[in-house]
């Protein structure tokens, strides 16, 4: 694992941008797997940023998204579908943008869909990961096993707790979700995996410790031939 320590936030969403530019360079028809959070914001900022300025064209290529909340619309505010939307997809040209159907009637089927569309358009090229705080990667929680496929999962009450802070007071927080597998994400070519603030020092310091923690799903990225790991300091601290 390659790892990039970069003084703050913003140095940190540079760097990730840069490997997302550099990526489109050399192929203009990439597959790019991305996330939703707080960690990919100034990424997304500044993808928008260089996309405005005309540096960078996403007009070739192609995304799927981790996960989403099972069951919710698209145009709820707090879908990652919306989020998506008002961070990145209404203001670059991707030629395609697919998350998985916080909507659909038949969850199983919505996942088989799901990984047989990454499958057609050749898997991914580039998968941008975030960490949960107990080390979940999409929302593929701490558990004695893992599933390879997209499949829909009961959310840990950790991150129902770390997530209710998006959620107003009142506003039903949905307990599952749709996540991609770890099949699709280890097929992915180069990943991307991004860790900042203070509060994921820990996490992170286990990720780095040199064993494969299987109680820790970031750990099996470990095993990943190309993974590049880009943190701000204060996510570093204990390494
Ligand atoms: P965060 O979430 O970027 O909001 O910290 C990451 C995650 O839970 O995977």
Redesign the pocket.
């Known amino acids: 694992m390659k790892k990039l320590v970069l003084e703050n936030y913003g140095a940190a969403s540079i760097a990730a941008a840069d490997i997302f530019a550099e990526l489109l360079r050399e192929k203009p028809d990439s597959v790019f797997g991305l996330?939703?959070?707080?960690?990919?914001l100034g990424l997304y900022a500044e993808l928008v940023k260089r996309y405005q300025a005309g540096e960078i064209d996403f007009s070739k290529a192609r995304s799927f998204n981790l996960d989403e909340y099972y069951p919710i619309s698209k145009d709820h505010p707090q879908s990652y579908a919306y989020f998506m939307r008002e961070n990145l997809f209404s203001k670059v040209n991707f030629s395609s943008s697919r998350l998985p159907g916080g909507d659909a009637d038949d969850p199983a089927a919505e996942c088989a869909r799901y990984d047989a569309e990454i499958e057609a358009a050749g898997g991914i090229d580039l998968q941008l990961?975030?960490?949960?705080?107990n080390g979940?990667?999409?929302f593929n929680e701490p558990a004695l096993s893992y599933s390879m496929s997209t499949n829909l999962v009961n959310l840990t009450e950790s991150?129902l707790e770390?997530?209710s802070r998006f959620f107003a007071q009142g506003d039903i927080q949905p307990s599952k979700a749709l996540t991609m597998g770890f099949g699709a994400i280890f097929k992915a070519k180069k990943i991307l995996l991004m860790i900042t603030?203070a509060n994921?020092a820990t996490i992170a310091k286990r990720l780095f410790e040199g064993f494969v923690h299987t109680d820790v799903p970031a750990c099996l990225l470990l095993l990943h031939p190309d993974v590049t790991v880009v943190m701000d300091k204060d996510a570093a601290r204990l390494l």
């Open positions: 996330a939703t959070g707080s960690t990919p990961l975030g960490i949960g705080l979940h990667i999409g991150t770390a997530n603030g994921k």
